[in-house]
Antibody, heavy 121, light 106 residues
Framework: QITLKESGPTLVKPTQTLTLTCSFS??????????VGWIRQPPGKALEWLAL???????RYSLSVKGRATISRDTSKDQVVLTMTNMDPMDTATYFC?????????????WGQGTLVTVSS | DIQMTQSPSSLSASVGDRVTITCRAS??????LNWYQQKPGKAPKLLIS???NLETGAPSRFSGSGSGTDFTLTISSLQPEDFATYYC????????FGPGTKVDFK
């Protein structure tokens, strides 16, 4: 059974760096086809994909956060980390991590519960 | 980036109604189109992948169709548990989600 859970600060100040951790179980990120993505959702708004790391350590980023976001993995701990620099109040959102279904195209079949991050001084 | 639009942005319906939501991509994505259902305070749930493949466990009243740039999610007979927000997502290139369609009680 695949599970994912996000952890990190609930409040960050503008200009600070956000570090979120996705701890997962039920799959090995190193297995061909696997991946973990980060998706966020501002309060009352739509989903926005941010970043994705693949089984071969390839990484992709949304243009909206490219240059500010870094996704990495710790295969020994079954964790994926998202770091975002220079946080702004507009980055206030619930951040989800999700399992990429192996195969053609990036769909997300298992999701964490999400963690709300508020950016405020 | 490929842009996704959905219509309507919201709709009001009654139990038993047939509901149709459309999703349009800014360029052809063949059938690289997924649908998610999200209820308030919960994570999205993958309903349909590759435009028309119903996920295991998803009720058969949900169906998806389309290819290229135009896609449809249909709920054949709306049930109380179907009141939610529905998002399309293209997986032809770096993922992008549509703005969502909220289905609520008439």
């Amino acid at each position: 059974q695949i599970t994912l859970k996000e952890s990190g600060p609930t409040l960050v100040k503008p200009t600070q760096t956000l570090t979120l951790t996705c701890s997962f179980s039920g799959f090995a990120l190193g297995t061909v086809g696997m991946g973990v993505g980060w998706i966020r959702q501002p309060p009352g708004k739509a989903l926005e994909w941010l970043a994705l790391i693949y089984w071969d350590d390839d990484k992709r980023y949304s243009l909206s956060v490219k240059g500010r976001a870094t996704i990495s993995r710790d295969t020994s701990k079954d964790q994926v980390v998202l770091t975002m620099t220079n946080m702004d109040p507009m980055d206030t959102a619930t951040y989800f991590c999700a399992h990429r279904r192996p195969g053609l195209g990036d769909s997300f079949d298992f999701w964490g519960q999400g963690t709300l991050v508020t950016v405020s001084s | 980036d490929i842009q996704m639009t959905q219509s309507p942005s919201s709709l009001s319906a009654s139990v038993g109604d047939r509901v149709t939501i459309t999703c349009r991509a800014s360029q052809s994505i063949t059938t690289y189109l997924n649908w998610y259902q999200q209820k308030p305070g919960k994570a999205p749930k993958l309903l349909i992948s590759s435009a028309s493949n119903l996920e295991t466990g998803a009720p058969s009243r949900f169906s998806g169709s389309g290819s290229g740039t135009d896609f449809t999610l249909t709920i054949s007979s709306l049930q109380p548990e179907d009141f939610a927000t529905y998002y399309c997502q293209q997986s032809h290139s770096s993922p992008t989600f549509g703005p969502g369609t909220k289905v609520d009680f008439k």
